[in-house]
């Protein structure tokens, strides 16, 4: 980064320095890795509850008369079906098929949309949607003016439900809608990047730190931690979900990241849907789950090998603070991605055994099993979109 470019930093910035957050710049943002430790805050929403300061992450406004129309040529997904207050996650592709971000679009209106979109591609998302949009069309970034919070973990709805204005029982996963938290209007999503029960709650930035207090207070009763990015990344891992700049990048196309549901071929055409066709029948390689079967921590790019042959590279990979054991989202060969697959990755120059297997690598509470959704064909696609 330029030394003349500004650090943007979140409203709650004061706040994690007065509580000992350790920072980390990320993608222009300088945000909290942790507070209390990695390991404590990933067990803590595994286990009740945490909370997430995410206001480095990019909102966008999408409207307009032909909003609809010009979103269902740019994004990946099939737009048209998703009723008002639904969510839907989906990718953002170039003309060469490669993954430009991943995104969650919330339907606000018949041509009105919300679209969170990731910190490191912000700009370019808002820029790509600009000029792939009609006169009629138009798009706005709020990524400024409005922060993002994160309350995850088996306890949220219980602590969230003590400061709205409406029931949580009837709001499903991947359904939002706008209400008031303790006094402040916000809108409130059954969404997240951890594979618990959670929401992510887009507030203006004059309310953040008065929510943000809320949210503390209401969560104490429970043990809710605070969180930092370190611990989303574990809890994300956990759950196989896609990290821009990791598993997706311009040089990955959907199929080969393993991201066939978050496509709809049949919708028509879209920007990149016959290099997505193309690639999808010609690449060798995908993207697999491993697990180690030999102590040592995969990390991104790694050398994954067969019979001492290099077959692929690890994407993301960690020390599993649930399962206390090495895994791995790495592209390998299409023929070696069979689950019981016997690989080595390459660790400080030894060669360690490494299975693959069937993602995601941790099962998580009863809630997301069941997906606390009214009706089974109304399940949004998986993963949710990531933190990058």
Same mark, same amino acid.
């Given at each position: ?22 920072m980390t710049?990320?993608?222009g ?17 595994r286990?009740?509850?945490?909370l997430f300061?995410i206001?480095h992450?990019g909102?966008?406004?999408?409207s307009?008369?032909t909003?609809?129309?010009d979103?269902?040529?740019i994004?990946t997904? %099939? ?14 592709? %170039? ?7 991943d ?8 041509n009105s949309?919300l679209i969170?979109?990731n910190a490191?591609n912000?700009t370019?998302?808002f ?5 792939h ?12 003016s409005r922060?993002l919070?994160?309350v ?6 219980k ?6 204005s409406?029931?949580l029982?009837?709001?499903?996963y991947?359904r939002?809608?706008?209400?008031v ?5 916000v ?7 951890t ?12 309310h953040?730190?008065?929510?943000? %207090? ?10 809710m ?7 989303r ?5 956990e759950?196989?979900y896609?990290?821009y700049?990791?598993?997706i990048s ?8 393993d991201?066939?549901?978050?496509v ?6 879209f920007?990149?849907?016959?290099a997505?066709?193309?690639?999808g029948?010609?690449?060798r390689?995908t993207?697999?789950?491993l ?7 995969p ?16 994407a993301s ?8 054991r090495?895994?791995?989202?790495a592209f ?18 030894c060669d ?9 690598f941790?099962t998580?509470s009863?809630y997301v ?10 399940t ?7 933190d990058?």
């Amino acid at each position: 980064m330029s030394p003349k470019t500004p650090v943007l930093r979140s409203p709650l910035d004061a706040f994690h320095r007065a509580h000992g957050a350790r920072m980390t710049q990320f993608a222009g943002w300088e945000m909290p890795l942790q507070f209390t430790g990695i390991i404590a805050e990933h067990l803590a929403v595994r286990r009740a509850a945490g909370l997430f300061d995410i206001s480095h992450m990019g909102q966008i406004e999408v409207s307009g008369k032909t909003a609809l129309r010009d979103l269902q040529r740019i994004a990946t997904k %099939n737009l048209a079906p998703i009723s008002v207050g639904r969510a839907v996650y989906c990718l953002l592709c %170039n003309h060469e098929g490669g993954i430009l971000d991943d995104i969650i679009v919330y339907r606000r209106g018949e041509n009105s949309f919300l679209i969170i979109v990731n910190a490191a591609n912000s700009t370019k998302d808002f820029d790509w949607l600009k000029e792939h949009s009609g006169e009629a069309t138009a798009v706005a970034d709020l990524s400024r003016s409005r922060a993002l919070f994160a309350v995850q973990g088996p306890d949220s709805a219980k602590i969230l439900g003590q400061l709205t204005s409406q029931s949580l029982s009837d709001l499903y996963y991947f359904r939002f809608r706008d209400d008031v938290l303790s006094g402040f209007p916000v809108i409130v999503a059954r969404t997240g990047y951890t594979g618990e029960d959670g929401f992510e709650i887009s507030v203006e930035h004059g309310h953040a730190v008065g929510l943000w %207090n809320s949210l503390l207070e209401a969560g104490d009763s429970f043990g809710m931690k605070l969180a930092g990015l370190g611990a989303r990344d574990t809890l994300r891992l956990e759950m196989a979900y896609s990290l821009y700049g990791m598993e997706i990048s311009e040089s990955v196309s959907p199929f080969e990241a393993d991201l066939h549901k978050a496509v709809s071929l049949d919708k028509g055409d879209f920007i990149g849907r016959d290099a997505i066709i193309r690639i999808g029948k010609e690449s060798r390689r995908t993207l697999v789950g491993l697990e180690m079967l030999e102590k040592g921590i995969p990390r991104p790019h790694f050398p994954v090998k067969s019979s001492a042959t290099v077959v692929g590279r690890v994407a993301s990979g960690t020390m599993s603070p649930s399962l206390r054991r090495g895994i791995a989202m790495a592209f390998v060969q299409k023929e070696l991605s069979e689950v019981g697959t016997v690989l080595d990755v390459e660790i400080r120059g030894c060669d360690r055994s490494a299975i693959v297997v069937k993602t995601p690598f941790w099962t998580p509470s009863v809630y997301v099993r069941s997906r606390v959704t009214a009706k089974e064909s109304e399940t949004p696609p998986s993963p949710p979109p990531q933190d990058g």
